[in-house]
């Protein structure tokens, strides 16, 4: 399966890649694309913060998503646009006929939807008022938002109900994230003047 992307959606992605390699959760290591029948979902998350961007292709009769490693992410994104990545065959083409062929990561990225469920689940136990955020996460978002629209002033949008879970959701048009809260009441208090409240 061939899919025509834009290397923006990668300079977005790395925004939430982790900085460090992990060697226990190897999915963190990259990015997933993921078929979805009518569309494709480019995926990253460095395990607190996740990051989704839908991609208005039709997936066909691709039935298995890839995970492409950050170093080879970051050589995409440097790329002239428009990328192709065939999928099948494991190898990107630019316009200006540079080819990365690559191996994908020998792993399964999780259900985000499970994810985001354990996350709520994990602020209701530990405290249900907890909705202070890392100011940086929150710029990393913010930054991969920019990228990605290309528009400088674009911010996302926020929806949570602190009452409920304490995760917010960052939401703009084919772009979404969703943010876990500052969970540790005894580090939060020390950093008060630095976290964000929303």
């Known amino acids: 399966m061939k899919l025509e992307i834009h ?7 790395l925004k939430v890649t982790p900085t460090k390699t992990s060697h226990i959760r190897e999915y963190l290591n990259g990015v997933c694309l993921r078929p979805c029948g009518d569309h494709w979902k480019a995926i990253a998350t460095d395990g607190g913060t996740l990051l989704v961007i839908k991609i208005d292709q039709p997936s066909g009769e691709a039935d298995k998503e890839i995970i492409i490693h950050v170093s080879t992410c970051k050589m995409i994104a ?95 048009e084919n772009i979404a994230a969703c943010v876990m809260p500052f969970r540790d009441e005894t580090i939060k208090h020390d950093f008060d003047d630095s976290w964000v409240q929303l």
């Open 78 to 172: 440097g790329l002239r646009n428009p990328l192709i990545i065939d999928t099948d065959e494991n190898y990107i083409q630019s316009q200006s006929n540079d080819n990365i062929c690559f191996r994908p990561l020998d792993c399964t990225y999780p259900d985000i939807g499970r994810v985001i469920q354990a996350a709520r689940k994990s602020c209701n136990v530990n405290n249900k008022s907890s909705n202070h955020y890392d100011p940086q996460i929150l710029k990393n978002l913010q930054d991969a938002l920019r990228i990605y629209t290309g528009i400088k002033s674009a911010i996302f949008s926020t929806r949570h109900n602190e009452h409920e879970d304490g995760v917010a959701y960052l939401v703009q």
């Open 7 to 13: 290397s923006n959606t990668f300079k977005a992605l």
